[in-house]
């Protein structure tokens, strides 16, 4: 795997941010502790210290104003610039997650305590969309395994079970008669999978706390997933014995499954996942197109987690 280089952010991609933090009105002394870490407020965002780790790659970064302006959460609505437009009255901080089930020491950790305990690695990684687009995008986070470990898993168990926070109030796709799909927004993982050092807990992107719309506070990255695997806001990880719900797979099975690999020998019942259109890169016809790899190329790392399945058949 290519070696870490440090993310390049235009100065004029972070400049309207920090004099945004400048002006920003502080609170009271009782949220001062929580601000130096995380930015309070609508549109606000702090910067994370982090070290560099090897799992990155040096494909070309998605640039910010991408990353924050297409997305997928359905919480906030179905267009790709609902979640960015309609966010701004959800609070992140402060947060807890609750690890419960087959588990030692079930708890509720509050995150920025979390945050400090584990130290915070930046990595760079692909994502891809099972719609076939992709980013590049350099999160800041920590290990899965490491909260993981903390709860002490029992023995026996053998999957990991997430939720997404349910706040109809702050998420307005929450909200009203048609209701998208069933909330809470659930996913899962084999553990032997949750436990890989690639699955990443991400607390923040491009060097600063998460915006609400790539899902603040934390969120799952499993990059040689389908990004719907990649359950924004969690509340709630437990560990059970039985193959987890998620929330794709439930709402329609012939197309979305359990697993979910990024595979380009099998496709989508109703497009090819060959290639992908890579998100912010502009070819002659739009968006540049990019083979899609096996395990959106992290089949060094992951392969061996899957010897000897159908991968066709658990798609
Ligand atoms: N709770 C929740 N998590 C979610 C989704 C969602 O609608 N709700 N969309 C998923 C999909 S389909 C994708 S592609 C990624 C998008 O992440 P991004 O917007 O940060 O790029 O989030 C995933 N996580
Ligand atoms: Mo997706």
Same mark, same amino acid.
């Given at each position: 795997?290519?070696?870490?280089?440090?993310?390049?952010?235009?100065?004029?991609?972070?400049?309207?941010?920090?004099?945004?933090?400048?002006?920003?009105?502080? /609170?009271?002394?009782?949220?001062?502790?929580?601000?130096?870490?995380?930015?309070?407020?609508?549109?606000?965002?702090?910067?994370?210290?982090?070290?560099e780790s090897k799992y990155t790659v040096d494909d070309k970064l998605t640039p910010l104003k991408d990353v924050t302006s297409y997305n997928n959460f359905y919480e906030f609505g179905l267009d790709k610039a609902d979640p960015a437009a309609l966010s701004g009255d959800f609070k992140p901080?402060?947060?807890?997650?609750?690890?419960?089930?087959?588990?030692?020491?079930?708890? *509720?950790?509050?995150?920025?305590?979390?945050?400090?305990?584990?130290?915070?690695?930046?990595?760079?990684?692909?994502?891809?969309?099972?719609?076939?687009?992709?980013?590049?995008?350099?999160?800041?986070?920590f290990p899965l395994a490491s909260l993981l470990s903390k709860a002490e898993p029992l023995g026996s168990a053998k999957y990991v079970a997430f939720e997404t926070v349910v706040r109809p109030e702050e998420m307005p796709g929450q909200k009203g008669i048609f209701q998208s799909l069933e909330?809470?927004?659930?996913?899962? /993982?084999?553990?032997?999978? &949750?436990?890989?050092? /690639? &699955?990443?807990? &991400?607390?923040?992107?491009?060097?600063?706390?998460?915006?609400?719309?790539?899902?603040?506070?934390?969120?799952?990255?499993?990059?040689?997933?389908?990004?719907?695997?990649?359950?924004?806001?969690?509340?709630?990880? *437990?560990?059970?014995?039985?193959?987890?719900?998620?929330?794709?797979?439930?709402?329609?099975?012939?197309? =979305?499954?359990?697993?979910?690999?990024?595979?380009?020998?099998?496709?989508?019942?109703?497009?090819?996942?060959?290639?992908?259109?890579?998100?912010?890169?502009?070819?002659?016809?739009?968006?540049?197109?990019?083979? *899609? /790899?096996?395990?959106?190329?992290?089949?060094?790392?992951?392969?061996?987690? =899957?010897?000897?399945?159908?991968?066709?058949?658990?798609?």
């Amino acid at each position: 795997m290519p070696s870490y280089r440090p993310p390049k952010i235009a100065s004029s991609e972070i400049t309207p941010r920090q004099v945004y933090m400048g002006r920003r009105e502080f /609170l009271g002394t009782a949220a001062l502790g929580a601000m130096a870490l995380y930015g309070a407020g609508k549109a606000s965002a702090a910067a994370l210290t982090a070290v560099e780790s090897k799992y990155t790659v040096d494909d070309k970064l998605t640039p910010l104003k991408d990353v924050t302006s297409y997305n997928n959460f359905y919480e906030f609505g179905l267009d790709k610039a609902d979640p960015a437009a309609l966010s701004g009255d959800f609070k992140p901080m402060p947060w807890t997650i609750k690890v419960d089930g087959m588990v030692n020491k079930p708890g *509720t950790f509050d995150l920025e305590a979390l945050m400090k305990e584990f130290p915070i690695e930046s990595r760079t990684y692909r994502m891809r969309c099972v719609e076939a687009w992709s980013m590049v995008i350099p999160w800041e986070g920590f290990p899965l395994a490491s909260l993981l470990s903390k709860a002490e898993p029992l023995g026996s168990a053998k999957y990991v079970a997430f939720e997404t926070v349910v706040r109809p109030e702050e998420m307005p796709g929450q909200k009203g008669i048609f209701q998208s799909l069933e909330w809470p927004y659930v996913e899962g /993982l084999r553990i032997d999978e &949750a436990n890989h050092p /690639l &699955a990443l807990l &991400a607390v923040g992107l491009y060097g600063e706390t998460l915006p609400n719309q790539n899902g603040a506070p934390i969120r799952l990255v499993v990059p040689w997933k389908y990004g719907f695997k990649g359950i924004k806001s969690i509340v709630r990880i *437990t560990l059970t014995d039985k193959e987890p719900k998620n929330t794709w797979q439930v709402t329609n099975p012939q197309e =979305y499954g359990f697993y979910a690999n990024v595979n380009p020998a099998v496709d989508h019942p109703r497009w090819s996942q060959a290639t992908e259109r890579r998100i912010g890169e502009s070819g002659f016809f739009g968006a540049s197109r990019h083979p *899609t /790899l096996p395990f959106n190329g992290y089949a060094d790392e992951v392969a061996s987690l =899957y010897t000897g399945m159908d991968l066709k058949a658990n798609f």
